[in-house]
């Protein structure tokens, strides 16, 4: 019974610690006549006057009290900046800061870093963040779901970091032109965290569960504005580029292409942006990190494209990962895009609207359509911190020259869904309901999903459905499997340890998968379980076994090289046993290893290592590789195979605004040789000299070579 009434207690006090968070922790922001000096050295009367936010509470290793670490942030503004000022003390610990690099968008978790999560229509779901490292890398990104960031964005802003062996001192000057705000509301949600690797510490200003990113918006401060923010007035910026590409594929006389082209940025309000964008160039993109393949379905890869990023969760987030009506990496995938326009933004505190339509050109000798985009999107905030969102998705055919079958082509999707946040985040849940379009015969089905979600900091659960027939059809989406019923079920549990010893908890996930067709017929089924480990020092050690059963739907080819398929029908079933480590971030030289056994399809068996190596010379140069073999045995006519994929990558950071990548990569699986070098320099915020340089050779399913030279130069200008 008291243990029962102690759960209760704990579920009561983390329900209300959101309400308390904002109630309490309120930091009021006045306005300066002083003109700040980004230094690092907060010698401004400003800094001196302001209101202090302090007391920062430990998340993690604990979140029950106060840091040890002591941190202090200051906020002020003027017509045309937000500054923010944080000191980070080294009271308790002392010794050199850990950082990868000078790098933009720095990995999280291996960097002593600062992070400023501002919800400026203070809906605890949508924002920004912003963060530096203790030697000056920025880290920016917009977000969502009240806890997710998306890092492909990028803005312009302003800062300065100040350091010694006693406090690390970061100095922010973000435009008011770079963020989207309501300039009548006099409250915006805020909260600032650091990671302190030194002392294997994370904190808050205010106060955020361990289970949660310390960005959580549901926990989140005040920010009081006794003098209102600035109006934005007009914000328009144009953003032209310059683009001379040199390529030359399998051989072939060496091709010179000229582009030029830019997009437009224009507020209709302080929160309503429209992009144009004209002859799009997407040279500067980073390459996809290659992976082994050995999986029946489609891979998903992330969107990277400047074009799409703003409040890209309104279009590409509806749905479920592996159910996306809306994947915007469908558009311009094998000819140009000539240009598009997005109108996305906040209307209201409550309504969120997003409009795109991108024209893509034909293509005669592919014999490839010119192709038209469209997508509108809705989203109603409803109770705390929920929402309802309508999407509708277009792909159609323009001057089509092919048969008339397909000379009127399109395809259509029209969906919604509930998306449910409870307002201290422990439960989340999602009713969605989605319908394709198309003059093609059985291309007209219906989906339906649903899930319902609890994450407490011991326990954490979901049960999740999914209905997808055969006849639904979204080309311009991700759903790489239809004709199927799903019900998963997963549920973990953690216990906290309270001695004095390197283990800080430990506990079982267990995870149970059904796949039926749509005639309830079983097709796959997965039991997975893990014990996991975590230490104070942040590493983490994991074991686990599953057991799968797959009924194969169509064809496949195990190995996916080409020699021979296992036939539709056929039943397979295999165990797994696995083990992974993480070692601690705080080290120089970090690593990941996992190591697996068992099973595989036609009672083969497969053995894998994989692992991810990484080595600093901070702060100019982060190492890093990944090095996966897989060893796979099966009976005539596969025989016996080993796949190595290596992955090498070198971040040379000259200074926070030059940067020097190269990868190289090695998939033996597609005989794939891959060579990206990619120079970048921001001479001013937010414009940039790139200079990339790529090189492909590919044997499989045809065999292909070439290179590439890019010299793209693109500027900011604010009208």
């Known amino acids: 019974m008291k243990k029962k009434l102690l759960l209760y207690l704990l579920c009561f006090s983390q329900s209300i610690l959101s309400q308390i968070n904002f109630d309490k922790y309120q930091l009021p922001i006045q306005k300066t006549s002083e003109k700040i000096i980004l230094d690092g050295k907060l010698d401004e009367d400003t800094w001196k006057t302001a209101a202090v936010g302090k007391d920062f509470f430990m998340i993690t290793p604990v979140d029950t009290g106060k840091a040890n670490q002591f941190s202090e942030a200051r906020v002020s503004f003027d017509d045309e900046y937000l500054y923010i000022a944080i000191i980070f003390y080294n009271n308790s610990i002392k010794g050199d800061y850990v950082v990868e690099s000078l790098k933009r968008d720095f990995s999280f978790g291996k960097n002593d870093n600062f992070l400023v999560a501002i919800d400026p229509f203070n809906n605890q779901s949508t924002g920004f963040a912003f963060g530096l490292n203790a030697y000056g890398a920025q880290w920016d990104g917009t977000m969502y779901d009240g806890r997710s960031v998306d890092l492909n964005w990028d ?48 904190s808050s200003w205010a106060p955020v569960p361990r289970q949660f990113p310390s960005v959580s918006l549901a926990y989140a401060g005040a920010l009081l504005w006794e003098t209102p923010p600035p109006k934005q007035g007009n914000n328009t910026s144009l953003i032209p580029y310059v683009s001379e590409n040199l390529n030359n594929v399998n051989s072939d006389p060496t091709t010179n292409n000229l582009k030029v082209g830019g997009d437009l940025k224009y507020n209709l309000t302080s929160a309503l942006n429209l992009d144009v964008t004209l002859n799009p ?18 891979l998903f890869f992330p969107e990277r494209r400047q074009f799409f990023l703003e409040n890209a969760d309104l279009f590409s987030n509806f749905g479920y990962r592996t159910i996306r009506p809306f994947f915007s990496r469908r558009i311009g995938l094998n000819v140009p895009i000539v240009g598009g326009i997005r109108l996305s933004g906040n209307l209201n505190e409550n309504w969120r609207l997003g409009v795109m339509d991108v024209q893509t050109q034909k293509d005669e000798l592919a014999g490839l359509d010119a192709e038209n985009f469209g997508v509108f999107t809705l989203q109603k905030k409803v109770l705390d911190r929920s929402n309802i969102s309508v999407l509708f998705v277009n792909k159609q055919n323009l001057n089509s020259f092919q048969t008339s079958r397909e000379k009127n082509h399109f395809n259509r999707n029209m969906g919604i869904e509930y998306n449910y946040f409870s307002e201290d985040n422990l439960w989340d849940g999602k009713l969605l309901f989605l319908k394709s379009f198309s003059p093609i015969e059985g291309q007209n089905g219906a989906v339906f999903a649903s899930h319902i979600g609890y994450q407490s900091t011991r326990w954490n659960w979901r049960i999740q459905q999914e209905y997808v027939p055969k006849d639904y059809s979204a080309e311009v989406g991700f759903v790489p499997r239809t004709n199927y019923i799903k019900l998963q079920a997963r549920g973990g549990h953690l216990v906290y340890t309270k ?16 796949f039926y067709n749509t005639s309830f017929d079983k097709m796959d089924r997965t039991t997975a379980i893990n014990y996991l480990f975590n230490f104070k020092n942040r590493s983490r050690l ?17 190995l996916r090289t080409g020699i021979a398929s296992l036939q539709k029908g056929t039943m397979h079933q295999w165990n797994t046993l696995s083990v992974s480590y993480d070692a601690k971030p705080q080290n120089r030289f970090t690593y990941s290893l996992e190591g697996l056994t068992g099973g595989y399809y036609e009672k083969g068996k497969r053995s894998a290592l ?44 000259f200074t926070n605004t030059i940067f020097f990548s190269n990868l190289f990569q090695y998939n033996e699986q597609l005989g794939l040789w891959n060579f990206n070098s990619r120079f970048q320099w921001r001479y001013k915020p937010a414009s940039d000299l790139f200079l990339v340089f790529n090189s492909n050779e590919i044997n499989y399913p045809s065999q292909t070579r070439g290179w590439s030279l890019t010299l793209k130069i693109n500027y900011w200008l604010n009208l």
């Open 610 to 653: 994989l692992g991810e190596f990484g080595y600093r010379f901070q702060p100019f140069l982060e190492l890093s590789s990944v090095v996966n073999y897989n060893q796979i045995q099966l009976p005539a006519p596969w025989y016996d195979n080993s796949f190595w994929l290596l992955g090498v990558k070198s971040n040379l950071t």
């Open 281 to 298: 160039d997407f040279s500067q993109a980073e390459v996809d990190q290659q992976v082994t393949n050995l999986d029946r379905f489609e």
């Open 155 to 202: 803005t312009k802003w302003y800062s300065e970091v100040h350091f010694d062996e006693n406090q690390w001192v970061c100095e922010i000057a973000i435009p008011f032109k770079s963020i989207r705000y309501d300039e009548t509301s006099a409250i915006w949600g805020i909260n600032f965290s650091r990671l302190d690797l030194k002392a294997s510490e994370k």
């Open 542 to 558: 994991s074991l686990g076994f599953q057991d799968q059963y797959v009924q194969l739907q169509s064809d496949f080819d195990p």
């Open 499 to 514: 001695k004095e010893t390197p283990l800080l908890s430990h506990g079982p996930a267990v995870v149970q998968t059904y």
